[in-house]
Structure formats: structure tokens, C-alpha cells
């Protein structure tokens, strides 16, 4: 009985002399460290190639709007056996500082008050122009800060939280119908940020981050793959400021004495 098994176990050796070797390769074998130089090129290529090319694509498209506009006698194209990329990217910076210079003098206000007035008084373009305008003023005036703080907001229900960016202080009509101060908070979608949600919320109900806008920003373009390091002192990082606890067979009415009234759903 002893001898026939050695026999079959000798047998099974001869045919795998490698035993399981070769099913699960060590961490030091060669497929593993082809594996992990493999990827650790695409992490160091694949982000400046994707910058790279997207900066090509805008600059390509720019030269191909502008660079058919320039005459032929001051296009050196024209005297050159090949394009220079990015002549049209050039020349339309240039036509921009030569407007701005304009506008600041006297004849090129004048221009502009009267072109504002005609844009004014046509019914689809006169709204269409305002908020444009005022979006352009806010994003690109010295010392922007049209995203000031990066806050958490509890969104889209209790329980469950998401980055979002105050952009100012509620005025006007929508905060006169609402008791408590409320915040003007941009809630971003993923990836795509600059599409998103208005939210006016309650200011006692943000909670203030100490990561800054870009890094907030990095989060919610990723998905939360790039989550930046927690920079508060040892002892903040240990008190919790909100939970995610909900209680579901409950209901809060508010009051406008903010006394929370807990009332059963009905089921």
C-alpha cells in the first residue's frame, strides 16, 4: 500500500517537477516585474501624453479658424514649405490685447455702450448677453475667487454626503422667503465639473473642508481616486462632525422656532 503510493506521488513529480510553481508565480518573478514596469509607464505617460494631445487638439483648432483669415502676403506660411503650428493661437492673443487696449479708451467705451445697448434691446439675445457677460466678469476679474471654500453638503439625501463649492452669500428674493442664512454652494457632477447643481443651503448645515479648490476639484474629476492627505492637526482628525446615521422610521419637522419635532411615518 506504502510502495504504491510513493510510486504514484514519484510519477506526479516527474510530470510537474515545478509543483505549483508555475500557477502562482512569486512576487519576484519575472511576469510580476514586467507586470509592475508595465504599469508603472502608463501612470508616468499616459498623463502627459493625454495633456499633451488635448493642448495639440485646441491648438489645431485654433489654427485652422485663424489662420485662413490672415492675407496671404503677411501669412508666412505662404513663403514657408511648411505650417507653424500655433500661429493662429498667436495671432488671435494679439487681436485680443489690441481690443482690450481699445476698449479702455475713450472712443472704444463709446463703441462699447452702444453695441451693450443694441444687444440690450433684442429679446432673446439681451438675457443671453447679461449672463454670459456676468459669468466672463466673475471667472476672469483680478483676484477671482468665484469658487471660495471647498464644503461637504448633505446631498442628494440624509446619510450621504458630497463635495460642493460656495460661490457667495444668498440674496435677494430667495433668501428673503427663507428664514435661516442661507449659502449660494455649487454641487459639481463627475467627471465633468463644470456642469452641477445650485444649491442654497443652510450655513449651519456646511461643513467647511481644509483641502483647498484645486485639490477638492481633483477629487471630484476622479471620483475620488485622488483624495488629498488630511493636513488638520492629530487631535481634529480624531472628532467626528457629522454623521451618516439615519433613522428611517422618523420624520423632522422643522419649526420656525428650529425646535425638531420627530413625528412616525406612516406606513
Known amino acids: 500500500m506504502g510502495e504504491g503510493t510513493s510510486r504514484k506521488s ?4 516527474k510530470n510537474n517537477p515545478g509543483g505549483n510553481a508555475g500557477k502562482n508565480p512569486g512576487p519576484g518573478s519575472l511576469g510580476a516585474r514586467l507586470r509592475t514596469y508595465f504599469l508603472a509607464g502608463i ?24 489662420t485662413p483669415l490672415i492675407p496671404e502676403s503677411y501669412n508666412p506660411s505662404t513663403y514657408l514649405p511648411f505650417d507653424i503650428p500655433g500661429l493662429g493661437l498667436v495671432v488671435m492673443a494679439v487681436v485680443l490685447i489690441l481690443i482690450g487696449w481699445l ?28 449672463a454670459i457677460k456676468q459669468i466672463f466678469e466673475t471667472v476672469l476679474k483680478k483676484q477671482s475667487n468665484a469658487f471660495r471654500e471647498a464644503v461637504l453638503v448633505e446631498y442628494p439625501r440624509r446619510g450621504v454626503w458630497a463635495i460642493a463649492f460656495i460661490t457667495g452669500r444668498t440674496k435677494g428674493e430667495v433668501q428673503s422667503l427663507i428664514e435661516e442664512e442661507v449659502i449660494n454652494v455649487f454641487l459639481p457632477t463627475t467627471p465633468n465639473p463644470t456642469s452641477g447643481f ?23 474629476i476622479s471620483g475620488g481616486i485622488v483624495t488629498p492627505p488630511d493636513r ?36
Do not use: C, N
Open 232 to 267: 488638520r492637526p492629530k487631535a481634529e482628525q480624531k472628532i467626528a462632525r457629522a454623521s451618516a446615521t439615519t433613522y428611517e422610521d422618523i420624520d423632522i419637522l422643522r419649526e420656525k422656532d428650529r425646535t425638531p419635532v420627530l413625528v412616525t411615518k406612516k406606513k
Open 103 to 130: 476698449t479702455a479708451g475713450f472712443l472704444g467705451r463709446l463703441f462699447l455702450r452702444i453695441s451693450e445697448r443694441i444687444l440690450r434691446r433684442m429679446p432673446v439675445i439681451s438675457g443671453m448677453y447679461s
Open 198 to 220: 445650485l444649491l442654497f443651503v443652510p450655513r449651519k448645515d456646511i461643513i467647511h473642508l481644509s483641502m483647498t479648490v484645486e485639490e477638492a476639484i481633483k477629487m471630484v
Open 10 to 13: 514519484s510519477k506526479r513529480e
Open 43 to 66: 501612470l508616468v505617460t499616459a498623463p502627459i501624453t493625454i495633456t499633451l494631445y488635448a493642448a495639440w487638439i485646441f491648438v489645431a483648432f485654433v489654427d485652422g479658424k485663424v
